[in-house]
Nanobody, 131 residues
Framework: QVPLVETGGGSVRAGESLRLACIHS????????VAWWRQVAGKEREGVAA???????????FYADAVKGRFTISQDATQSTVYLQMDGLKTEDTAMYFCAAGLRTYCADGYWEQTFSYKYWGQGTQVTVSS
């Protein structure tokens, strides 16, 4: 059974906002590094943002340069849901967005950006931005 479920995708106009949610309230994914990835047909999957488990003291966040200042990753107090607030959406943000849970609690530089760092992946939610 899929332990991660993404919601919140849809079709919007450039400049609008969306908030994606990754539900991972299971023993397999709780207290793990959780990240958002996206992929466009014909291109490699790229890391968008990641957040460390708050169980280690703080939810440190990481972002790809392309989304810094526009996207914000966060999680609820119980760490059962990780959100990706996407503001100022651009047409180039159009992609299938995936949520992934890692094998450890901390998302470190050089770790969160690699697909093999994650054990669980959601089925994805489509985000389409039109001009």
């Amino acid at each position: 059974q899929v332990p991660l479920v993404e919601t919140g995708g849809g079709s919007v106009r450039a400049g609008e906002s969306l908030r994606l949610a990754c539900i991972h309230s299971s023993s397999s994914t709780n207290n793990k590094c959780v990240a958002w990835w996206r992929q466009v047909a014909g291109k490699e999957r790229e890391g968008v943002a990641a957040i460390s488990s708050q169980s280690i003291g703080e939810g440190r966040t990481f972002y790809a340069d392309a989304v810094k200042g526009r996207f914000t990753i966060s999680q609820d107090a119980t760490q059962s849901t990780v959100y990706l607030q996407m503001d100022g959406l651009k047409t180039e943000d159009t992609a299938m967005y995936f949520c992934a849970a890692g094998l450890r609690t901390y998302c470190a530089d050089g770790y969160w950006e690699q697909t093999f760092s994650y054990k669980y992946w959601g089925q994805g939610t489509q985000v389409t931005v039109s001009s």
